[in-house]
């Protein structure tokens, strides 16, 4: 017989936590986990390797933590639920814009086999590109919820996150790994984020030269 389901019966879904650097994404996930152990749901926690700021452990910037399963290929993840006599009814995975691409299928499979998704992510790279994987997700899920930072220039919603090289915003062709180079990241709004040598097409830029704003 089907455990007890604290989601008022329905079952499986996916559900996207997305949004900039310092918006308070891990801090969210671990906020829906713990609200589920109140209530004994079986509950794990994944998170790709590529990742090796804390290592295993999620941290949210106020100091939450908790224990994650890494992952490389994320059919590992399929063998952690099979192995678990439990049958957890819900699946959280932090910065999942680093996954591999496979990811999305495991995710899809998951939700259809009545497991609730929770997975939280960057939406946009420095250069206020999407992540592939978390615009994919973004389109499947059931529910979206889109965090803002604060802009550090203005106090706007910061939606945009910011790179700095060097004491230099980052250029749009810099390398996503740099060596020797001193580099930190920030929160803007889309009228602050600062990207230099970003290519627009000529009309853009006639456009953008031209217009003259109110
Ligand atoms: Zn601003």
Redesign the pocket.
């Known amino acids: 017989m089907a455990k007890f389901n604290v989601f008022n019966r329905e079952y499986g879904w996916i559900e996207l936590i997305c949004g900039p650097m310092f918006a308070g994404k891990s801090e969210e996930l671990l906020r829906k986990i713990k609200r589920l152990e109140y209530a004994d749901v079986d509950c794990l926690l994944f998170k790709p390797k590529i990742d090796t700021r804390n290592k295993s452990l999620i941290k949210s910037r106020n100091g939450k933590k908790m224990l994650a399963i890494e992952f490389d290929d994320p059919f590992e993840i399929y063998d952690v639920l099979s192995k678990n006599v439990n049958h957890p009814q819900v699946v959280a995975i932090d910065e999942i814009q680093f996954a591999d691409p496979k990811i999305i299928e495991v995710v899809e499979v998951l939700a259809k086999k009545g497991i609730i998704v929770y997975a939280a992510g960057l939406d946009n790279d420095f250069r206020n590109n999407p992540f592939p994987i978390t615009s994919s997700l973004a389109s499947m899920a059931e529910h979206i919820t889109k965090l803002s930072a604060i802009?550090?220039?203005?106090?706007?919603p910061?939606t945009c996150t910011q790179r700095i090289i060097d004491g230099e915003p980052a250029s749009f062709n810099s390398p996503i790994f740099l060596i020797g180079n001193i580099e930190s990241y920030t929160v803007?709004?889309?009228?602050?984020?600062e990207i230099t040598d970003k290519k627009f097409s000529k009309k853009s830029d006639k456009f953008i030269k031209n217009y003259k704003e109110i």
């Open positions: 802009c550090t220039e203005c106090g706007a910061g803007r709004c889309r009228n602050h984020h």
